[in-house]
């Protein structure tokens, strides 16, 4: 990978800040960035005869995208980019150890190039898929062109948000658009609460009635569980090495691995819906076959998404294949996450040592710390990735607005913007606890 170096420092990037950047600046940064998204999701690159498919409603939801606009692939560049690295390097493909900066900083800049390949394969497969209809060759080369440089230019701009603003802007995109098709859903003039005051006035049955709000009830159910499951946490006393009676406690989250399961296999999943629709239009169904663009058999029909307790009721075994395959990529995904982004119990050992701190009652070691965390960190990490994706995939099946990945995203990455939030503000007040936090 190091050959690729001379290639990597000609890519251009968002210069790191010079100096700190301030509470509001990064509000600023982070508002502007989510103005040019929403404008970028506004500027039509070519829908004149367009009949998309309906397979592209899924991507949409989870890669923040909008068929037909600049940011028609959104985000599914990156997050593909990123599972292929982690695959190669969690697999020992790539041998290389992120411990180390120059190898970390090596692996950012290869996901980037793999990013912005993806976005011209992507694009590519896209307008190979039918989603625009039937183009001449000069038109589909010129769509491909600008849905791959409206997808370069989301890289960037989540560059500018992990810089600048605050979070990422993969977890801002995605926010935004779920917010989005949420709100419209629940009180748009076709939305679950005008029909069901709508039924309610006109006298239908009760479970017409509850058909019509149980898209919003599921959300909210699902907006419940996950705020009670982000403030679960295990907590491990740490006493200082040199001073005596300092004490503390070292907080590990039941939602370890955050959101980024669900990303990586709703992404995938997504990925093989695209792959078997263009590859049944080749004429090589060896993903499935596709009517109305949408899998009826095969991988792709399985790995797709059941909407609503009508789908699930229609066909059990789709849901319970779908439900099983969503549970078992988010622990494979939580775990070389884990391994590859120094969240391991030896990397977090190191970090706890260098700051002078250990197990209250065992000596200043560690190995020590390294052997308590083993007993909490790996059992976290398949339990909460496991959850995330059972709680996901039971979204769907409920229904909920903006899709059951999609809600479960948005939570996560919203409560989690708002700890940042809270930080960040604290840090400003207070620069000696930012001094400590930046330890």
Partial sequence: MKKLVP??????????????????????WTGLVLVLYFIMGSIDIYTAGAQIPAIFEFWQTVTASKIGTLITLGIGPIVTAGIIMQLLVGSGIIQMDLSIPENRALFQGCQKLLSIIMCFVEAVLF?????????????????????????????????????????SGI?????????????????????????????????????SIFSSIAPLIGTIIVFLMVVYAECMRVEIPLAHGRIRGAVGKYPIKFVYVSNIPVILAAALFANIQLWGLALYKL??????????????????????????????????LHAIVYMIAM???????????????????????????????????????????????????????????????????????????GGGTGVLLTVSIVYRMYEQLLRDKVTELHPAIAKLLNK
């Avoid at 790995?303 to 699930?312: A, F, I």
């Avoid at 590859?340 to 065992?362: N, Q």
């Fill in 7 to 28: 290639i990597l420092e000609k890519i251009p990037e968002v210069e790191l800040p010079v100096k700190e950047v301030t509470f509001k600046e990064k509000l600023k």
């Fill in 127 to 167: 307008v190979g898929a039918g989603a625009f209809g039937m183009l001449s060759p000069m038109l589909a080369l010129l769509v491909i062109i600008r849905i791959a440089l409206g997808s370069i230019i989301l890289i960037y701009l989540d560059e500018i948000v992990s810089k600048y603003g605050i979070g």
């Fill in 171 to 207: 977890g801002l995109f995605i926010a935004a658009g779920v917010s989005q098709t949420i709100f419209v859903g629940a009180f748009g003039t076709e939305g679950c609460v005008w029909n069901f005051f709508k039924l309610l006035l006109e006298g239908a049955d009760i479970w």
């Fill in 283 to 316: 004429g090589i169904p060896i993903l499935g076959h596709h009517e109305g663009g949408r899998a009826v058999d095969g991988i792709a029909y399985y790995l797709s998404t059941p909407y609503g307790l009508s789908s699930v009721i229609s066909d059990p």
């Fill in 327 to 401: 549970i078992i990529f988010c622990i494979i995904f939580g775990i070389f996450w884990v391994e590859t982004t120094g969240l391991d119990p030896k990397s977090m050992a190191k970090r706890i040592g260098s700051l002078g701190m250990a197990i209250k009652g065992f000596r200043k070691s560690e190995k020590a710390i390294e052997q308590r965390l083993r007993r909490y960190i790996p059992p976290l990490t398949v339990m909460s990735s496991a959850f995330v994706g059972f709680l996901a995939a039971l979204a769907d099946f409920i229904g909920a607005l």
